[in-house]
């Protein structure tokens, strides 16, 4: 967790968009209302309508990874707000290869706008008042990355309730998400996760109850 005091709480807000039900998160310093947009994966028009109500300064857009159903609405937030894009840069296979994924899925997704800034292994985010960390945490793609500080982690598609994310897809790394999962599990019991799908939970009940975190399971292929 950042060194940052952690009294400093930021809002995070979530809107559960598309045919894969991602949850798209507005990440917000309550003391001076600028925020992020992590994951904005699908139905465009909807997430701009709804920045737009929070009453929010966006500054920046923040990929989790490039799976097609996380990046699919980024267009939509450009055309609004002429933010940066954050990708891992080790993501932009998996970027670059969305529309033909989604296609397989029989699905239409727009041209994305390209990344315009990278996620890096420590590197600090600022947003107002609040600082994050970031942790490249692979395995369910090569450039994941697990946002975390002021007692909340944006976990994409690495840890989810009661289980994680799938290691079968075109460059995902069995053993690598294990040890990415040994990374987040050490993170504070009380840190809240926020996944890339289904509902929250926290590090202390995932470690308790997680098959994947307590011995009970192991990630396919690991």
Known sequence: ???????????????TVGAFQENCYLVVDPQTRVAAVVDPGAEGARL??????????????WLTHAHLDH????????????VPVHLHPLDRPVFDY???????????????PAPTAEFAEGQQLTL???????????????????IHGHGVALAGDCLFYGSVGRTDLPLSEPA???RSLARIAALPAETVV???????????????????LNGGARVLGG
């Open 1 to 15: 967790m950042s060194a940052t005091a952690t009294a400093l709480a930021p809002e995070v807000l979530v809107q």
């Open 71 to 82: 990046i699919g609405a980024i267009a939509d937030v450009v055309r609004a707000w002429d």
């Open 98 to 112: 969305a529309p033909r994924a989604a296609q397989m899925y029989g699905l239409y997704m727009e041209p994305q």
């Open 176 to 178: 690598a998400l294990t």
């Open 48 to 61: 701009v309508d709804w920045i737009r109500a929070a009453n929010v300064q966006l500054e920046a857009i």
């Open 128 to 146: 107002g008042a609040l600082t994050f960390d970031v942790m490249h945490a692979p395995g369910h793609a090569p450039g994941h990355v697990v």
């Open 194 to 212: 926020h996944p890339g799908h289904g509902p929250s939970t926290t590090i202390g009940r995932e470690r308790a109850e997680n098959p994947f």
